[in-house]
């Protein structure tokens, strides 16, 4: 297959015609005919076949698929996945699902970042559904990103260099105003996020999580209950007052890929508008080994700083961009000392935890947000 360089016109009809199977059962050759065929006019899927099904926060399905048409065939994918929400708990995350729709629909055909190609995207308000079908890059030979397997200098170098770039393309954008073409992306800290924030932070649900491997794999001063509660008030009362843009929004190491040239790639999009900082600490800090992590982070934001610059943002001094870093390294260690097992792996939660928490205590996180 050749593939396509540039993403596909998608369009996501706020009442689709086209019904969102909520079983894999549903993801047949006529629903995938009907699919692509939104993006691609006269397709037909002659078969397809489940391969694989990976379940997780949304459903990955890896579907082999045959086309009527060798011309198909040859500039299609012969395998896609097609992303869902096809578990028990996929209706309490119907807001995230149908965020990661809007990434496709209304980002992707402008996004600097390199992301799957996506075939058809829709989300159905009457029920929690909301489907991609995209490329599958197991195809493509790419290499997946593990949190177990720090990255180099130079990867974590570029992609900060991919996020500065994608950053500035929003950076204070009037488009965020009612009304505008980005309204729609929420603040980090909106009324439904500290609402999920609150869910942890209750006493019984906060002490359970402190007995688990990853909380042990910290210092104890990062076990306070009511300080975690009052730095996150604090960062949100800080990202009211500071430069916003469009974040990624999870660049954990389990969401990235490396494409066969090298190129840094971008899985599992959950934008949101935030300060730029939450992405910076949150991937410096996850990415690479703890001992690196100290040796690097400085040049590492310079050299993030640099490229906004670059870009055309007026970039805060390093000395600022620094102090934020430091602050917003409080966020990173929340997701994950609370992140459930049916999300992550406890292991890949523990690795997390640990190099945040490592960075915390390191540079007076604790301090910073007092």
């Not at 047949?28 to 391969?51: F, K, N, S, Y």
């Not at 991609?132 to 990867?155: G, I, K, N, W, Y």
């Not at 943002?313 to 966020?331: G, S």
């Not at 997701?335 to 390191?362: L, P």
Request: aromatic share 8%.
């Amino acid at each position: 297959m050749t593939r396509v360089p540039q993403p596909l016109v998608l369009s996501v009809d706020p009442a689709p015609a086209l019904p969102l199977p909520v079983t894999i059962a549903g993801i047949t050759a006529d629903w995938l005919t009907r699919a692509i065929g939104t993006t691609v006019p006269g397709v037909i899927v002659r078969d397809a076949q489940v391969v694989e099904v990976m379940p997780g926060t949304s459903t990955k399905v890896r579907v082999a698929i045959d086309y009527a048409d060798p011309a198909h065939t040859a500039t299609l994918p012969g395998r896609v996945i097609v992303k869902g929400g096809f578990e028990d708990h996929s209706p309490a995350l119907a807001a995230m699902f149908l965020n990661e729709i809007r990434f496709y629909r209304d980002i992707q055909p402008i996004s600097t970042l390199r992301t799957p190609m996506a075939l058809f995207a829709a989300n159905d308000p009457s029920s929690h559904q909301a489907i991609v079908v995209m490329e599958d890059l197991a195809a493509l030979h790419v290499s997946f990103c593990t949190p177990l397997r720090p990255q180099s200098h130079a990867m974590c170098a570029r992609r900060l260099a991919d996020l500065a770039r994608f950053h500035a393309q929003s950076w204070n954008s009037p488009d965020f105003a009612p009304g505008r073409a980005w309204d729609w992306v929420r603040s980090r800290f909106a009324t439904e996020s500290a609402a999920y924030a609150g869910r942890y932070l209750a006493p019984q649900v906060w002490n359970h999580y402190m007995a688990l491997p990853r909380a042990a794999a910290v210092s104890s001063r990062l076990h306070d209950r009511e300080w975690m509660a009052h730095a996150l008030r604090r960062l949100a009362e800080i990202d009211a007052e500071s430069d916003r843009c469009i974040l990624h929004g999870d660049t954990h190491l389990g969401n990235l890929y490396i494409e066969a040239d090298g190129t840094p790639g971008y899985l599992d999009m959950q934008v949101t508008r935030a300060n730029w900082a939450l992405e910076v600490a949150y991937h410096i800090a996850t990415s690479i080994d703890l001992a690196d992590r100290r040796r690097w982070e400085g040049a590492l934001l310079e050299g993030y700083l640099a490229t906004l610059r670059a870009s055309g943002v007026v970039a805060p001094d390093f000395d600022e961009a620094w102090r934020a870093y430091v602050r917003a390294l409080a966020y990173a260690y929340f997701i994950f000392v609370i992140n459930e097992v049916r999300f992550q792996t406890e292991a890949v939660n523990t690795a997390n935890t640990a190099r945040v928490g490592a960075a915390m205590i390191d540079l007076g996180t604790i301090a910073a947000l007092s």
